[in-house]
């Protein structure tokens, strides 16, 4: 991939896991509803999340301008992302409505497997740019 490829990719991420984070961390009410709906509301530990999901967001956000940056960090979005969907499967059949629990699995196994894939390209040379920025 291109740097520019790169930066439009990672930049696009980092947007999702920075709204993601946003959303829980100032309304983890609804969040919860939305999103999260597996048993009794927990705010902390919803915004426990928004933290995690900042974090995985800004890292992205770093890694689209430093390709220093790209592999470790899509190598951490893909071992959380994997955790994540274990947490997700383990846990299917407790979502109210019942569809939240297998579309997010299914969500969270394609996100692990799209970060895995960026990682191994990135790991391997990915970008025809490695110039520092």
Do not use: K
């Not at 997700?88 to 629990?101: K, M, R, S």
Request: some cysteine.
């Amino acid at each position: 991939m291109t740097r520019r490829s790169w930066r439009i990719v990672l930049s696009g991420l980092a947007i999702v896991y920075l709204a993601l984070g946003g959303w829980a961390a100032v309304d983890a009410s609804s969040f919860g509803t939305v999103v999260a709906p597996f048993g009794a509301a927990n705010p902390h530990l919803v915004r426990d999340f928004a933290a995690c999901a900042a974090t995985f967001g800004l890292g992205l956000l770093i890694a689209s301008r430093r390709y220093t940056w790209r592999t470790p960090a899509l190598t951490l979005a893909a071992i959380w992302n994997g955790a994540h969907a274990v947490i997700h499967i383990v846990d299917i059949t407790e979502a109210h409505p019942f569809f939240v629990g297998p579309l997010e699995a299914a969500l969270l196994v394609f996100a692990s497997a799209l970060f895995t894939t960026l990682a191994l390209l990135s790991a391997r040379g990915g970008s025809r740019d490695h110039r520092p920025q």
